[in-house]
């Protein structure tokens, strides 16, 4: 199985600030990569996949990028709305495994 | 638009079975494939499988072979997911989730349902 790392796990941060979030595959996953966003009570909500396809309707402030076995999803400057979990997902292989998660909270 | 609506919430004892049903509507339901997806109280995602709805086809992950079942009816458009012999550790929020494309793997989950808590305790 391929295993998803993130990091940081917790993400303290300000309105306004850049954030960048990293996921790490076991094994190489070419592009197929996902980014998740959920918030306490939702289901996630799909943000960029192919590592780096913002999906429509996403504000344009959320940019994936990476190959291989390294991933980012930055927040080029962080709303209130944005407070929220964040996860990574791979769809190169089965079984399809997520990310522990990368949870923001205001600072 | 697209809308998956899930079942509502169950409790049920451990041993039992359990049986979710997702209604979707907005798209062509036997079109594209239809996945499972588990969350434990405070916990990440974890994949469970996904069904084809046209064929009925279905592919689980490993963990859940031999305890998880996943139909369809196309009558009504709507996917089920039934897992058996349950135990405290099932105890989880299980969603729906349908990938607009014509391949399972690859391609994100563009919508999710709402969800289903199903608590197991005695």
């Known amino acids: 199985d391929i295993q998803l790392t993130q990091s940081p796990s917790f993400l303290s941060a300000s309105v306004g600030d850049r954030v960048t979030i990293t996921c790490r595959a076991s094994q190489g996953i070419s592009s197929y990569l996902a980014w998740y966003q959920q918030k306490p009570g939702k289901a996630p909500k799909l943000l960029i996949y192919a590592a780096s396809t913002l999906q429509s309707g996403v504000p344009s402030r959320f940019s994936g990028s990476g190959s291989g076995t390294e991933f980012t999803l930055t927040i080029s400057s962080l709303q209130p709305e944005d407070f929220a979990t964040y996860y990574c997902q791979q769809l190169n292989s089965y079984p399809i495994t997520f990310g522990p998660g990368t949870k923001v909270d205001i600072k | 638009q697209v809308q998956l609506v899930q079942s509502g919430a169950e409790v049920k004892k451990p041993g039992a079975s359990v049986k979710v049903s997702c209604k979707a509507s907005?798209?062509?339901?036997?079109?594209?494939?239809m996945h499972w997806v588990r969350q434990a109280p405070g916990q990440g995602l974890e994949w469970m499988g996904w069904i084809n709805p046209n064929s009925g086809g279905t592919n689980y992950a490993q963990k859940f072979q031999g305890r998880v079942t996943m139909t369809r009816d196309t009558s009504i458009s709507t996917a089920y997911m039934e897992l058996s012999r349950l135990r405290s550790d099932d105890t989880a929020v299980y969603y729906c989730a349908y990938v607009y494309s014509s391949s399972p793997l690859s391609h994100p989950f563009d919508y999710w349902g709402q969800g289903t808590l199903v608590t197991v305790s005695s």
């Open positions: 907005g798209y062509t339901f036997t079109g594209y494939y």
